[in-house]
């Protein structure tokens, strides 16, 4: 098991570093420049230009190791990554869109916000019945760090299903805001899935769960790989194409391990960012202007305060990590005394 995932990032590291050093001078040929928000930080102006859409080279790698390295998984009948691939992807098309819009037009817009939720919310009902239809998914919530499980009607966890994916998804979208911190933040999150899934499968209760560790494992290594572009300064930025297919492989791998409420701790950076936003806006308008931050998402606000966009990944990463270990400690034993509430 273990030297599967080992091969899983290894595999989807290099088959993305290999397309990085194709894509990139291929997108800079075809002027397909990231254009920055005039209301950002003044010094992101020298960013102007920089390549977008390179989150194509992650998704590459991990496509690639999904097909070839799952044989085995494919051949018993488990599709598990090959479902969290096909969602992710999905979200990936709806950000390729709106990339487009954007170089297309020159503008740091794309597709509307009415056009990205009727698209987001179709991929995400297509997520859920395709898990629940192989039989991977049920409609309880399993609450970590207190091993219960809540049951819930069928209608209310779609509802709520649907509410996590298109919230989760948008915030990953929402911290990839500087160099390299949605990619960083994101490999101890891919790491932990990866752990969970190897230590589930050790024992006979849990399983069956080595595609989505083999898939998690890819996500983390095709990271990794895009990160040698993507730190600062960047090379290329992942795009709306990298930022929507990484958030649509975030949450379809909790759902595809049946527990999406382990996106609360695993995902805090994302929430906390998000929540910066939220009140920064709500905020805004109910006192008619003032702000409570400098500039939302938080990282910005950080940048303006005096922060670096090194520190800022360095800090950022460091607490996705302690959360991931902590997330792992707390679910690694599910399938051991579990209560049902």
Same mark, same amino acid.
């Given at each position: 098991?273990?030297?599967?995932?080992?091969?899983?990032?290894?595999?989807?590291?290099?088959?993305?570093?290999?397309?990085?050093?194709?894509?990139?001078?291929?997108?800079?040929?075809?002027?397909?420049?990231?254009?920055?928000?005039? &209301? +950002?930080?003044?010094?992101?102006?020298?960013?102007?230009?920089?390549?977008?859409?390179?989150?194509?080279?992650?998704?590459?790698?991990?496509?690639?190791? !999904?097909?070839?390295?799952?044989? &085995?998984? @494919?051949?018993?009948? #488990?599709?598990?990554?090959?479902?969290?691939?096909?969602?992710?992807?999905?979200?990936?098309?709806?950000?390729?869109?709106? &990339?487009?819009?954007?170089?297309?037009?020159?503008?740091?817009?794309?597709?509307?916000?009415?056009?990205?939720?009727?698209?987001?919310?179709?991929?995400?009902?297509?997520?859920?019945?395709?898990?629940?239809?192989?039989?991977? /998914?049920?409609?309880?919530?399993?609450?970590?760090?207190?091993?219960?499980?809540?049951?819930?009607?069928?209608?209310?966890?779609?509802?709520?299903?649907?509410?996590? @994916?298109? +919230?989760?998804?948008?915030?990953?979208?929402?911290? &990839?805001?500087? #160099?390299?911190?949605?990619?960083?933040?994101?490999?101890?999150?891919?790491? !932990?899935?990866?752990?969970?899934?190897?230590?589930?499968?050790?024992?006979?209760?849990?399983?069956?769960?080595?595609?989505?560790? /083999?898939?998690?494992?890819?996500?983390?290594?095709?990271?990794?790989?895009?990160?040698?572009?993507?730190?600062?300064?960047?090379?290329?930025?992942?795009?709306?194409?990298?930022?929507?297919?990484?958030?649509?492989?975030? !949450?379809?791998?909790?759902?595809?391990?049946?527990?999406?409420?382990?996106?609360?701790?695993?995902?805090?950076?994302? @929430?906390?960012?998000?929540?910066?936003?939220?009140?920064?806006?709500?905020?805004?308008?109910?006192? *008619?202007?003032?702000?409570?931050?400098?500039?939302?998402?938080? *990282?910005?606000?950080?940048?303006?305060? +005096?922060?670096?966009?090194?520190? @800022?990944?360095?800090?950022?990463?460091?607490?996705?990590?302690?959360?991931?270990?902590?997330?792992?400690?707390?679910?690694?034993?599910?399938?051991?005394?579990?209560?049902?509430?």
């Amino acid at each position: 098991m273990y030297i599967h995932l080992i091969l899983g990032f290894a595999g989807s590291f290099l088959v993305t570093v290999i397309t990085g050093l194709v894509l990139i001078p291929a997108l800079r040929r075809m002027k397909a420049g990231q254009t920055i928000r005039e &209301d +950002g930080p003044t010094w992101h102006a020298s960013k102007q230009g920089t390549p977008t859409m390179g989150g194509l080279m992650f998704i590459a790698g991990i496509t690639a190791m !999904c097909l070839l390295g799952g044989i &085995d998984e @494919i051949a018993a009948g #488990d599709y598990r990554h090959i479902i969290i691939l096909v969602f992710s992807l999905l979200f990936g098309l709806i950000g390729f869109l709106d &990339d487009y819009e954007k170089v297309k037009k020159k503008r740091n817009l794309g597709l509307t916000a009415l056009q990205k939720l009727a698209l987001q919310t179709a991929a995400a009902a297509v997520l859920i019945f395709l898990l629940r239809l192989e039989g991977h /998914l049920s409609s309880n919530l399993y609450v970590p760090f207190f091993n219960v499980t809540v049951r819930l009607p069928y209608p209310v966890y779609l509802v709520l299903a649907v509410f996590i @994916i298109v +919230g989760c998804v948008n915030a990953v979208n929402i911290t &990839d805001g500087i #160099d390299g911190l949605a990619a960083g933040v994101s490999v101890p999150v891919a790491l !932990c899935y990866a752990a969970i899934s190897a230590a589930w499968s050790a024992g006979t209760a849990g399983a069956g769960y080595g595609s989505v560790g /083999l898939f998690s494992s890819a996500m983390a290594g095709g990271l990794v790989g895009f990160l040698i572009f993507n730190f600062y300064p960047a090379k290329v930025f992942m795009g709306d194409t990298g930022s929507l297919f990484l958030g649509g492989a975030v !949450c379809a791998t909790a759902f595809a391990l049946d527990m999406p409420l382990v996106l609360v701790p695993l995902g805090l950076i994302y @929430i906390v960012e998000t929540l910066s936003d939220i009140i920064q806006v709500t905020y805004f308008k109910l006192s *008619h202007g003032k702000r409570i931050f400098k500039m939302a998402p938080i *990282h910005h606000h950080l940048e303006l305060s +005096g922060w670096g966009e090194r520190r @800022i990944f360095t800090v950022f990463t460091a607490v996705s990590t302690a959360v991931a270990i902590l997330t792992y400690f707390a679910v690694r034993t599910r399938f051991t005394g579990m209560i049902s509430g």
